[in-house]
């Protein structure tokens, strides 16, 4: 449908509504009929009234969302007054996501001081199912599309980024920390948040933006490089540790075959087994209650990120900057290798967050096994009470508004 014909049949309707423009693109028009005379009959509006338009949008307003795949030339609006809060409008609908919400709920409730607390083994029964439902969907999609080049480029590049991160990142934070820590930090943003990722999944759903199951396993590949790397890196550069009494076998079978990377790859396996028919039998499952799931799982995680913020005075100023702009930086780069081996817009907002992110269960736990000498405090705090959270309220939004510049 064209464009043109899309304006014209919602500026007659006055009612706000979602335009279908084909190929998978939409346009979302609400709008007052003040803007018809705006947009097409501009002569009659001198310069002086147009700007006070401008200012006085709550009044006069045409609010545009525009999908991933929609290609517009909004600098002509913009020419003829309109205000466009396509990026507010991102932060807001992930704001305003309700298991993101319950999120805030969870670290209000420790800021008020509110006896809201959860008994410890319901968060990691949520946490074992998160990882089932994903990891299973995740080989159901991958039968479907079968494996291509496209797929082995993206695990490609998930690798890549796990062992360069902890590289680049590491040598950042020598300038303030000692090898130990620095390693041991380097290696949480090497690794991802597996919550993480499936918050985006859950925003792009909200968006109607397609994304390919097989990014389940980049997310599943990520883990284990970067534990490894960590600890190549204190092997290397801690001088004066005996780096023999490293027990390799056992710092390889942590990093493959801990709790959350096993169960991960066992779901994918089984998704890709069983396909279709099990994602039928599973359904109920894997997809009823998964949103539900998510709700309560970040309700803990709000709760348990506002108690670790009393952590980040040990952290300092230097290590709460790390925190929040290292993930924009690997988002960065995640996005530039995405458009350069032509993901798809879906894909490429979900391998920025990959890259993003930090991992707060899976790397400390092998840290704390193989290198003692790191403050858990510090790894566990950058990465749970302020990366998590810039993430999941202005990390995502971002990295689509990224997604949307590179794409359209």
Request: charged share 15%; aromatic share 12%; net charge neutral.
């Amino acid at each position: 449908m064209p464009l043109q014909s899309s304006w014209d049949t919602g500026l007659a309707g006055l009612e706000p509504s979602t335009y279908r423009l084909g190929g998978g693109r939409s346009i979302h028009l609400s709008y007052s009929p003040r803007f018809h005379e705006i947009l097409y009959q501009p002569s009659k509006i001198s310069a002086p009234q147009r700007r006070r338009d401008r200012s006085a949008a709550n009044t006069f307003y045409l609010q545009i969302f525009v999908s991933q795949y929609c290609n517009l030339k909004i600098r002509n609006i913009n020419e003829l007054g309109v205000l466009v809060t396509m990026d507010l409008s991102l932060v807001m609908s992930n704001i305003l996501n309700p298991p993101v919400l319950f999120f805030f709920l969870g670290m209000l409730a420790v800021l008020v001081k509110s006896d809201l607390e959860i008994p410890p083994p319901i968060p990691k029964l949520f946490s074992l199912y998160l990882l089932i439902a994903i990891g299973f969907k995740g080989g159901v999609e991958l039968v479907k599309s079968g494996v291509g080049q496209d797929v082995m480029l993206t695990i490609i590049a998930a690798i890549f980024m796990s062992c360069c991160v902890p590289i680049y990142t590491f040598f950042i934070l020598r300038i303030k920390l000692d090898p130990y820590n620095a390693a041991a930090i380097a290696a949480t943003y090497g690794a991802i948040s597996a919550v993480t990722f499936i918050t985006a999944s859950s925003f792009l759903d909200q968006l109607s933006i397609p994304s390919d199951g097989f990014m389940v396993a980049a997310l599943a590949l990520m883990e284990s490089p970067a534990i490894v790397v960590g600890l190549v890196l204190v092997k290397v550069f801690a001088s004066s540790r005996d780096t023999d009494d490293f027990d390799w076998g056992e710092v390889l079978r942590e990093s493959f075959l801990n709790g959350s990377v096993f169960l991960l790859f066992g779901s994918i396996a089984i998704g890709i087994l069983t396909g279709e028919h099990g994602a039928q039998v599973l359904k109920p499952f894997t997809e009823d209650l998964f949103y539900g799931a998510l709700t309560f799982f970040l309700l803990d995680m709000g709760l348990v990120a506002a108690k670790r913020i009393q952590d980040l005075q040990k952290a300092g100023v230097f290590l709460i900057s790390f925190a929040i702009l290292t993930p924009i930086l690997n988002a960065g780069l995640g996005l530039a290798i995405a458009k350069l081996i032509q993901m798809s817009p879906g894909d490429a907002l979900l391998f920025a967050v990959l890259c993003a992110s930090a991992s707060y269960i899976a790397v400390p736990a092998a840290m704390r096994l193989t290198v003692p000498e790191a403050n858990p405090s510090l790894y566990i705090s950058t990465a749970l009470a302020v990366t998590f959270p810039f993430n999941i309220i202005f990390g995502i939004p971002l990295y689509q508004y990224g997604v949307n510049l590179f794409w359209s």
